[in-house]
C-alpha cells in the first residue's frame, strides 16, 4: 500500500511592508529647517513637502533627510489628506504619526515649543494695579485774627466742618403786660385818675405839650 507524507498546514504569510519614500530638503543644519518650514509640524502629524498624492488611511515608512543626508525625521504614519498648496506653492502630503524613533520624537517636541512661544499671546495686557501717590494738598489759607482755624485734613480725605452754631438772635424787647382790666369795684378810682388827668391836662400850655411829645420821640 503506497503511503502519502502528512500534510502540512501552510505557514501564515506576513503582511507586505508599508512603503516607503524619503523627502530631502535643502537646508544646511536642523535650525534652518525649523526656521522655515516650522509650520508642517504639529505633535501628532508632519506635512511632507514634495511628496506625491497617495490614497488616504495608506500607512506609510518615511524619512524626512537634509541636504547633507542627515535624517530630521524617521517614522510611519497614516495618510490623512494631500495639499496642492501645502507650504508656500508647494504640494504636501500630510500623515498622522504611528509610530517615530526617539530622536524623531525630540524634535517633533522641539518644532512644538518653538511654535508655541512664536504664537502671539491671547491673554489681555495686564495693568499696573499699583496705587499711585496721592497729590499733595495745598497750604491752608492764612488765617486772620479772630477767624477759626480749619481742622487738618488726612491724606485723600475731605474733611468737612462741622456746621457752626447757630447765632442767637437779638432778643425783642418784652411787650409790657398790659394792665388787667379794671373791676366794676375800680370804676371810681379809674373815674378819679380820669378826672386828675383832664384838669392837668387843661393846666399844661402849648410849650409843655411840645416837650412832653418831643421826649416820647428821644424814647
Known amino acids: 500500500m ?9 505557514a501564515p504569510v506576513p503582511p507586505p511592508l508599508p512603503a516607503a519614500i524619503r523627502i530631502t530638503r535643502p537646508y544646511a543644519s536642523e535650525d534652518d529647517f525649523l526656521d522655515r518650514e516650522l509650520d508642517t509640524f504639529t505633535r501628532a502629524s508632519i506635512t511632507l513637502l514634495g511628496a506625491q498624492s497617495r490614497p ?8 524626512l533627510v537634509l541636504a547633507s543626508g542627515q535624517v530630521l525625521v524617521r517614522g510611519e504614519g497614516r495618510v490623512v ?14 500623515l498622522r504619526f504611528t509610530r517615530l524613533d526617539t530622536k524623531s520624537k525630540a524634535l517633533v ?8 512661544q512664536r504664537r502671539p499671546s491671547t491673554r489681555p495686557p495686564t ?16 488765617t486772620l485774627p479772630g477767624m477759626p482755624r480749619p481742622a487738618p485734613q488726612e491724606s485723600g ?12 438772635e437779638p432778643s425783642l424787647p418784652l411787650a409790657r403786660p398790659s394792665a388787667p382790666s379794671a373791676s366794676s369795684a375800680d370804676a371810681p378810682e379809674r ?9 392837668r391836662a387843661k393846666a399844661l400850655d402849648a410849650g409843655d405839650i411840645q416837650r412832653i411829645l418831643a421826649g416820647r420821640q428821644r424814647r
Do not use: C, I, W
Open 2 to 10: 503506497k503511503t502519502y507524507p502528512p500534510l502540512v498546514a501552510d
Open 56 to 63: 488616504q488611511g495608506v500607512v506609510l515608512r518615511f524619512e
Open 81 to 94: 489628506a494631500f495639499k496642492a498648496n501645502a507650504f508656500e506653492g508647494l504640494g504636501g502630503l500630510t
Open 109 to 116: 517636541d522641539r518644532a512644538a515649543a518653538l511654535r508655541e
Open 127 to 142: 495693568h499696573d494695579t499699583t496705587t499711585p501717590d496721592p497729590m499733595p494738598l495745598p497750604p491752608p489759607p492764612p
Open 157 to 168: 480725605v475731605v474733611a468737612f466742618e462741622a456746621d457752626a452754631a447757630p447765632q442767637s
Open 191 to 199: 373815674d378819679s385818675l380820669l378826672e386828675r388827668l383832664r384838669r
